[in-house]
């Protein structure tokens, strides 16, 4: 799939079809989240797989707006590491950015996810780093759900001339 029509043709999915997830494909989305850039190329992230079903429906016990996981047959966890990238505005933005990576190699290998965010809620975190048994310095700062899509979603044009401006303001 082209760059631009994956950018313009991927949208969050919410239902999934009970088909597991290849290892081979899971590797291959975290192997381009890991292409993201960085701060400094700091490269300030780590990532939890869920695979287990009971790992998976916990993120909506801990998260209130994770319900879609109970659907999901996969999901990663996608987490900054303080040690790593001490300052937090850029240790999020690596992690957001391999966040879009991932859902963009997603969706070029027929899957379908939605982004589902812990950072800033510190009760999220706590939950997530506690169940997980995540170390300290690690973030959970957002989480794919992920499976074979069981809906069909059109996109929309997004693309806004009245939004750009040159120069200046």
Not at 26 to 51: C, D, G, R
Request: aromatic share 8%; hydrophobic share 40%; net charge neutral.
């Amino acid at each position: 799939m082209e760059t631009l029509k994956a950018i313009e043709t991927r949208r969050s999915i919410r239902k999934f079809t009970s088909q597991k997830i290849s290892n081979e494909k899971i590797e291959t989305i975290l192997k381009a989240a890991m292409y993201a850039p960085s701060a400094m190329n700091y490269q300030p992230w780590h990532f939890l797989v869920l695979e287990k079903r009971e790992d998976i429906d916990k993120i909506s016990r801990i998260n209130p707006h994770a319900e879609v996981m109970l659907a999901a047959q996969a999901a990663i966890i996608i987490c900054g590491d303080s040690k790593a990238e001490i300052n937090t505005d850029y240790l999020v933005q690596g992690c957001s950015a391999a966040t879009q990576n991932a859902l963009l190699t997603l969706h070029d290998l027929g899957l379908g996810g939605v982004w589902v965010s812990s950072y800033p809620n510190k009760d999220i975190i706590e939950g997530i780093q506690k169940y997980y048994g995540l170390p300290e310095n690690i973030i959970p700062i957002s989480i794919i759900a992920i499976g074979y899509p069981d809906e069909v979603k059109v996109s929309e044009e997004r693309y806004h001339s009245d939004k750009i401006h040159k120069n200046r303001w």
